[in-house]
């Protein structure tokens, strides 16, 4: 992993900081719902404001084709404030380095937290623009990136910035980098590493990199099929990159030559639909009939992976088990988010659909780590090396 600054011994002290955040969180009719990233953000913002910073606070929110009513951070600002129990100072806007915000951030008492307008409003943010990236440097006299969610991307808000003034990384990001990077480098043994999801082509490289380090790699979701349709199985019409069979015989023989135990599915729950009415029936993986999809993983296989975990010192979870959002095509994701929580090796989950389903069944606080990124997460287990952090330190400290 490559050396970055972080707070620690960092002078902030009693300075104006402006703190990329990833306050991009479900907002429906005007209530945020799930508001796990803004918890994760408050050691950050409470250790600044303990240190007698003045907080500017910026984060995108959805994907916004311009200013729009419904992606205004307002819900945000009000969730951050029952948080804090404090006021989060908020204006709608046209979006960052308008005049507007210029003068509200201007005015922004000693020790205030503000929360600037979201920063997708201004096309020029994707963009990576020197101007807005400059406008936005004005806000502060340092710059702190915790955002890891949005560390991938090299934009005005998370690479820009950090080029223009004395930066660091915020607690969050520190110890997503520790604990991702720590994957890589030196996992306690055995590594298991669990991937889900729809398609192999989404998680190929990941893949690849992992089987250099795993001792064992289960495969289940949609993906799997990839890999049983290239050893010949037959999967009905279930989902499937012929254009990847290749590249799928190619793992399994990495895996093979790097002595990796390389787990795939048994059996899957098949329906030939997706629906909660729908009838199901459970088929051998590599004999589902014509019309019959695999919609989720059997219980055979729950019962292989969860045998494949049982002596695990180290789990690497990332991605569904099947169509979890319809019961009863769930019970396969659910079997291992609750095998997962209940291990005693380092736990670590990633990607947006396993952090919902462990949120959702209350087993977030057994789980030791929560990635708050998802392409930000694979793209390091790739062993890339993200913008955002690549930015930090580019400025001396004063």
Known sequence: MPTFPTLEGAPVDG????????FNVPVKAGVVGDD??????????????ERGATLVLCSH?????????????GPVAERLAQLLGREVRYAPTDGPGSAEQQAFVADAPAGSVTLLENTRFDSREKANDPALATILAGYGDVYVNDAFG???????TTEGVARLLPSCAGRLLERELAVLGGL?????????VVLGGAKVSDKLDVITRLLEVADKVLIGGAMAFTFVKARGGHIGDSLVEDDKLDLALTLIAKAEERRVDLLLPSDAVCAREISGDAATSIHPIDVIPP???????????????EAALSDAATVLWNGPMGVFEVPPFDAGTRAIAQCVAAS???SVVGGGDSVAAVTAMGLADEIDHISTGGGA??????????PGVAALGSVAWP
Do not use: C, N
């Not at 949005?150 to 005005?156: C, D, F, P, Y």
């Not at 999809?293 to 992976?305: E, K, M």
């Open 184 to 192: 890589l480098e030196a996992p306690k043994r055995p590594f298991v």
């Open 377 to 386: 997460s694979l793209e390091l287990l790739e062993g890339r090396t993200l």
């Open 15 to 22: 300075r104006r900081v402006l703190v990329r955040v990833d």
């Open 150 to 156: 949005a560390a991938h991307r090299a934009h005005a």
């Open 36 to 49: 796990t990233r803004i918890r994760k953000s408050l050691p950050t913002i409470l250790e600044l404001l």
């Open 61 to 73: 929110l959805g994907r916004p084709k311009g200013v729009q009513d419904d992606a205004r951070m």
């Open 344 to 346: 005693d090796a380092l």
């Open 291 to 305: 019309g019959e999809r695999g919609l989720d993983i059997g219980p055979r296989t729950v019962a292989a992976f």
